[in-house]
């Protein structure tokens, strides 16, 4: 059964960096193309970052040149390095497949930007 256990998240000021990590069990990482999503509310979920099973990356331009996605596949976990956060960047956020493994999503971690 899948599992990703999303953590990291906080409350920041703007301008200020977090990074959250996802740790898999039950399914190796650097086989699946990975990303990272997020949801604001009132709004549909969307992916921001994703890391191919090759390495390559992309990103929405909303956060092109913020955020790094990264994975460690000794320790089977994927990485958001989140800088220069902004107000609109306050999200649940979720790791997931690309696309998402069918009928699963974590718990999600909650980022704040505020000051």
């Known amino acids: 059964q899948v599992q990703l256990v999303e953590s990291g998240g906080g409350l920041v000021q703007p301008g200020g960096s977090l990074r959250l990590s996802c740790a898999a069990s039950s399914v190796v990482v650097a086989s699946n193309a990975m990303g990272w999503y997020r949801q604001a509310p009132g709004k549909q979920r969307e992916l921001v970052a994703r890391?191919?099973?090759?390495?390559?990356?992309n990103y929405a331009d909303s956060v092109k040149g913020r955020f790094t996605i990264s994975r460690d596949n000794a320790k089977n976990t994927v990485y958001l390095q989140m800088n220069s956060l902004k107000p609109g960047d306050t999200a649940v956020y979720y790791c997931?497949?690309?696309?998402?493994?069918?009928?699963?999503w974590g718990q999600g971690t909650q980022v704040t930007v505020s000051s």
């Open positions: 997931n497949a690309v696309p998402p493994f069918f009928g699963y």
């Open positions: 890391i191919s099973s090759g390495g390559s990356t």
